[in-house]
């Protein structure tokens, strides 16, 4: 059923390609595991070892306080349609701020959305793939607009106020700073 290898294949990485989503956990050695799930079009496949993706702003900041921490992660993939399969990365990430050069370096990866506060650089170290087959098959619609549009509204002084308040303590009371 499930089996490990080193890197993503070039089946894999079509797969990952057109996922409308996945899923994105980190960790401490004690405190609360993060899990959050990700969409819009905030991912890209850099090479059989390296993927990085858009982290747009949201109501908490656990990924990046976590990566400052214990640099580890692991990034789910699960087929809604198709063939059933689930997918998971294993590695470790960077995070660089959209004050960077390596945001500034990147950035052009993706399609302009506002909300943008950082990029996650993750090295892949393992890959595990198993059936999936428990996973329902489930109709895409179409991705939600909601997050964008307010991030757009909050404009950039606004994006780093909220960002000051929401976003620099983790909920273990780790903090982080926007630099």
């Known amino acids: 059923m499930g089996r490990q290898i080193p890197e993503l294949t070039p089946p894999l990485i079509e797969f990952i390609n057109n996922q409308k989503m996945f899923f994105v956990a980190t960790a401490m050695d004690e405190g609360s595991v993060n899990l959050s799930p990700k969409g819009l079009d905030s991912l890209r496949v850099i090479n059989s070892q390296r993927v990085i993706w858009l982290n747009l702003t949201g109501s908490g900041n656990e990924t990046a306080i976590h990566l400052e921490h214990k ?3 692991t990034l789910m993939f699960c ?6 399969l689930i997918l998971r990365l294993y590695g470790t990430a960077k995070v660089y701020s959209y004050k960077s050069t390596e945001w500034e370096e990147h950035i052009g990866l993706f399609p302009e959305m506002a909300g ?3 990029l996650v650089d993750v090295h892949i170290e393992k890959v595990q793939t198993s059936c999936g087959m428990g996973i329902p098959i489930m109709e895409y619609q179409h991705q939600r607009k ?11 002084s606004g994006l780093k106020k909220y960002w000051e308040k929401k976003n620099t303590v983790s909920l273990d009371g780790l903090p982080h700073k926007f630099d």
Do not use: H
Request: hydrophobic letters at 30%.
């Open 79 to 84: 087929a809604f349609e198709g063939d059933p």
């Open 116 to 118: 943008g506060r950082q």
């Open 71 to 73: 640099n580890r992660i």
């Open 146 to 156: 909601e997050l964008v549009d307010w991030a757009q509204k909050q404009g950039e």
